[in-house]
């Protein structure tokens, strides 16, 4: 559980309560769960897929809407 910023439409409160649950399947793939409980917005489902510890892709869905992004990382 954690405080995050409610951007539905219709909020009425500013502030949401955030909870998240994840799992890993298998040792690249990551799959989560998000909802936040005195929000309208719908909640999301996650998935995250690392390529190498460089690269990653990830995915949100709400199904309304669904988010991908890809992930790249440089450490000097």
Sequence with gaps: MFPTTDTASKSAVGIGIGVEASTSLG???????????????????CLQYRFSEQLQLQGASNLQDTDFEIEYRIKF
Excluded at 28 to 45: G, H, R
């Design 27 to 45: 040792k690249n793939l990551e799959v989560s769960y998000l909802n936040i409980i005195n929000s309208s917005n719908p909640p999301q489902l």
